[in-house]
């Protein structure tokens, strides 16, 4: 099956650092999503990504999709401790199919 | 901000026993999907249901798994006969168009 590889798996920074995950793939996403994670919660949206080489910013967040289709990047500027969780890719093939999540970035935010 | 809720958020069950996990979609959302999530590790896909049936479904979801929607607002995972290892958070998500998901916050299940 499909897998997506997410690195780095875990980050300990200061807050006011910027950060960078990435997540690459063997096979090709005609869409690409960032959702973080809170403890016992569920996933939520960051950013979604329709097109190769689209540059998506939401606040402090960017997100590139990537031209080959199989990779993407997460940038997060000036962290703050809110920024704390996991983070995850995820590729979509066709609208309605299942989505591949990769394996997770913890990110730890020291004050 | 409309939301996908799931109850219950925990549930324990013994070994063996059915248990059905509900879950209330977006009211205009055409897609509705289950994954689970096993502790500290990735999100992983169940199955997909579209058009009040199943379009695409994962190698765990076996026949011990079903999923209905029984009416036009509910939409429920029944594990026939639960295992150990199908102690996980549980996710429903639902998509109006089959893109950006939502996901609803899960319920833990436990099974002794």
């Known amino acids: 099956g499909q897998q997506l590889n997410q690195s780095p798996q875990s980050m300990f920074i200061q807050e006011g650092e910027d950060v960078s995950m990435n997540c690459t793939s063997s096979s090709i996403f005609n869409t690409w999503l960032w959702y973080k994670q809170d403890p016992g919660e569920g996933p939520v949206l960051l950013i979604a990504l329709y097109k190769a080489g689209e540059l998506t910013s939401n606040g402090r967040l960017t997100a590139q999709f990537g031209i080959t289709r199989k990779d993407s990047f997460l940038n997060i500027s000036a962290s703050i401790p809110s920024d704390v969780g996991i983070y995850f890719c995820a590729g979509l093939t066709n609208a309605g199919n299942m989505l591949t999540f990769g394996g997770g970035t913890r990110l730890m935010v020291k004050p | 901000e409309p939301e996908v809720t799931q109850t219950p958020s925990h549930q324990v069950t013994q070994m063996g026993q059915e248990v059905i996990l509900r879950c209330v979609p977006i009211s205009n959302h055409l897609y509705f999907y289950w994954y689970r999530q096993i502790l500290g590790q990735k999100v992983e896909f169940l199955v997909s249901?579209?058009?009040?049936?199943?379009?695409?479904k994962s190698e765990i979801f076996d026949d011990q798994f079903s999923v209905e929607r029984p009416d036009g607002s509910n939409f429920t995972l029944k594990i026939r006969s639960t295992k150990l290892e199908d102690s996980a958070m549980y996710f429903c998500?639902?998509?109006?168009?089959?893109?950006?998901?939502?996901f609803g916050s899960g319920t833990r299940l436990t099974v002794v």
């Open positions: 249901f579209y058009n009040n049936e199943i379009s695409e």
């Open positions: 998500a639902s998509s109006e168009l089959g893109y950006g998901y939502t």
